[in-house]
């Protein structure tokens, strides 16, 4: 069985009574390849679901590795001790942001967050892209690099008197400080504390050792934030639309509306509920058939 968005196949494969499995081959995928989300969207849905992910990437999986090791520092580094190099410094990273010594202590420390978050997604990320795809490459066939679907992209430049990016600062740092402080500000201490902001980089040798002491952490309390899409006042739609506006920008695509956002949002969201829900419930029924013994659909008894 399988998922594709709101679609959802069950195949059967009883020995001497059904085709096997490698007797079918399936379509090809409509799916937006991973390549296409990270670095060359064309499309509006593109952004949005990049914004969806940046969404879960920066408020939801962080905090649930940081919750895990709060709960229990050994039961942590044991987990995590197969993982790879990389992925041990990515879960270690994760704690030290949400419950080390820079962690989010006021709502300001969530505007430094917020805006270190636009600095490196819609600018940093964008100069290292054009570093070794520079616009004027070519490829060996003589064409250049950017050219039909790949969009060339230009770094953005905050500016406090941008509505648009003021917009993501703002939803970025009351999720901030909901995720961790469970508090929100206004707009317009958010706007009096954007400009102080220095850039400040977190150095990764001997991640282990400056994990913080149990004692140090258990009185923090975090909440993972998992996207709402029918609460207008949680900044979650805001965060999106805001987010995916600023990578369209980037790229040159339409922007889209909260509306939008929110319609290709709870279309990501049913493929993961609803339709898994529905295949799932689609192979039970199978199974009741085979272990009834039928082996014609209109023979089916379910008790």
């Not at 050219?147 to 941008?162: A, I, M, V, Y």
């Amino acid at each position: 069985s399988g998922t594709l968005g709101t679609k959802a196949s069950v195949q059967v494969v009883v020995p001497f009574l059904t085709e096997s499995y490698s007797s079918v081959t399936d379509p090809s995928e409509s799916t937006v390849s991973i390549s296409t989300l990270k670095h060359f969207p064309f499309f509006t849905e593109h952004t949005i679901q990049w914004a969806s992910q940046l969404f879960e990437n920066t408020f939801f999986y962080p905090t649930r590795s940081a919750q895990d090791y709060q709960k229990d520092p050994k039961a942590f580094l044991e987990r995590i001790e197969k993982y790879s190099i990389y992925q041990k410094k990515e879960e270690i990273e994760n704690v030290l942001h949400i419950l080390g010594r820079d962690r989010t202590k006021c709502f300001e420390d969530g505007i430094k967050c917020a805006r270190q978050l636009f600095q490196e997604h819609f600018h940093d990320t964008i100069v290292r892209l054009l570093f070794y795809y520079p616009h004027v490459l070519l490829t060996h066939n003589g064409e250049y690099f950017w050219s039909g679907d790949r969009l060339c992209p230009h770094e953005t430049e905050f500016d406090s008197n941008n509505e648009l990016h003021m917009d993501f600062v703002y939803a970025a740092s009351n999720l901030y400080a909901e995720m961790v402080l469970s508090i929100h500000e206004n707009d317009e201490q958010v706007k009096a504390s954007v400009n102080n902001i220095e850039d400040e980089t977190v150095e990764l040798q001997q991640m282990v050792q400056r994990l913080p002491k149990l004692e140090d952490i258990l009185n923090i309390e975090l909440k993972p934030l998992e996207f709402e899409i029918d609460a207008g006042t949680n900044f979650h739609i805001d965060f999106i639309t805001s987010a995916s506006n600023l990578r369209a920008e980037n790229y040159e695509i339409d922007p889209t509306d909260s509306s939008q956002a929110k319609q290709i949002v709870g279309r990501i969201l049913s493929a993961i509920v609803i339709t898994t829900a529905m295949v799932t419930g689609l192979v039970y029924l199978e199974v009741y058939k085979f272990v009834q013994k039928h082996k014609r659909l209109n023979h089916i008894v379910i008790a």
